[in-house]
């Protein structure tokens, strides 16, 4: 069966500070993948997503960037933190064989810019 | 426009009660919907999830398409207080790129009272 690692669970990080969250996917092979931020009380935003290695596409311009450097593996960076970047960032995965399919999260990274 | 709009709420109601969660969609060209269930500080866990027109239900959860007015909804039955979360409905929304992207409504936060 597949399933979705993500990690750290909580982070706290100082204005300016790197930040790296790492995503992994295991059980399925060129999977869709997708990094959501969920501001409290508010929807899910995209925030970046990927077809396949090296292919990152951005939805919204920010302090933030991906990268996939393997199939399964999704990762979130900052150089340098805002206290905006604050949030919950969760990590999902689709099959990329359907269009219409179901979508499967992580269980999130609490991050607080301090 | 939003694609996907969802009652806030917050919503409360007895145990044993019925609930309905709903939201409506902007394109009439979205096929597939997914309902989430998140339970504070977790991610999004996958509920249900309906193609085109109709119902499918799944013990106690419902989940219902109008086509026609553009709007879908899950319902609850014999409500419980495990039930209390925000639920989420998500929809695969306009392409862009080489990937659609799943849009969510903003979710309603739901407690059941004992």
């Known amino acids: 069966s597949q399933t979705i690692h993500q990690w750290p669970a909580t982070l706290v990080q100082p204005v300016g500070s790197p930040l790296s969250l790492e995503c992994t996917v295991e059980g399925t092979s060129n999977p869709n993948l997708y990094w959501y931020r969920q501001a409290a009380g508010r929807g899910l935003q995209l925030l970046f997503y990927?077809?396949?290695?090296?292919?990152i596409s951005s939805e919204v311009p920010q302090n933030l960037s991906a990268s996939r450097p393997q199939d399964r593996q999704f990762i979130l960076s900052s150089k340098k933190l805002l206290l905006s970047d604050s949030g919950f960032y969760l990590c999902?995965?689709?099959?990329?064989?359907?269009?219409?399919?179901?979508?499967?999260f992580g269980q999130g990274t609490r991050l607080t810019v301090v | 426009q939003k694609e996907v709009e969802q009652d806030p709420g917050p919503l409360s109601v007895p145990e044993g009660a019925i609930v309905s969660l709903n939201c409506t969609y902007s394109n009439s060209a979205f096929q597939y919907f997914m309902w989430y269930r998140q339970y504070s500080r977790k991610g999004p866990e996958l509920l249900m999830y309906t193609y085109s027109s109709g119902n499918k239900e799944d013990g106690r959860f419902t989940a219902q398409v109008d086509k026609s007015s553009k709007y879908i909804s899950l319902f609850i039955r014999d409500s419980q207080p495990s039930d209390s979360a925000t639920y989420l409905c998500?929809?695969?929304?306009?392409?862009?790129?080489?990937?659609?992207?799943?849009?969510f409504g903003s979710g309603t936060q739901l407690t059941v009272l004992p």
């Open positions: 999902a995965w689709k099959s990329s064989g359907t269009v219409n399919t179901e979508a499967f």
């Open positions: 998500g929809t695969w929304g306009i392409s862009s790129g080489s990937a659609r992207q799943l849009t």
């Open positions: 990927s077809v396949g290695i090296g292919q």
